[in-house]
């Protein structure tokens, strides 16, 4: 039977041993993963890469004039609120 101060040592080897890795084994599996990861989705993409960004590029522009409009009804909803305010405190 091992005496409790023999099973501190041994947690303590274990210990080293699972942080031996330490930053970069991490950072090395993140690389590994995202190089991975990249590269099933080229295997798989059902486009062509030039529609895909045309997609992309074309979603983008639609989602940049619908934030302008959004932007501006905004504004005047704040420019008429402002209004109101300041005439009910004058």
């Given at each position: 039977?091992?005496?409790?101060?023999?099973?501190?040592?041994?947690?303590?080897?274990?210990?080293?041993?699972?942080?031996?890795?330490?930053?970069?084994?991490?950072?090395?599996?993140?690389?590994?993963?995202?190089?991975?990861?990249?590269?099933?989705?080229?295997?798989?993409?059902?486009?062509?890469?030039?529609?895909?960004?045309?997609?992309?590029?074309?979603?983008?522009?639609?989602?940049?004039?619908?934030?302008?409009?959004?932007?501006?009804?905004?504004?005047?909803?704040?420019?008429?609120?402002?209004e109101r305010a300041k005439e009910a405190l004058d």
């Amino acid at each position: 039977m091992e005496t409790e101060e023999s099973l501190d040592e041994s947690s303590t080897e274990i210990e080293a041993a699972d942080s031996s890795k330490g930053p970069g084994g991490f950072a090395a599996g993140l690389l590994f993963g995202v190089i991975l990861g990249a590269g099933f989705a080229l295997l798989f993409a059902p486009e062509q890469g030039q529609k895909t960004r045309g997609r992309l590029r074309s979603g983008m522009r639609s989602t940049q004039k619908e934030l302008l409009r959004q932007k501006r009804r905004l504004r005047a909803e704040l420019e008429r609120v402002r209004e109101r305010a300041k005439e009910a405190l004058d």
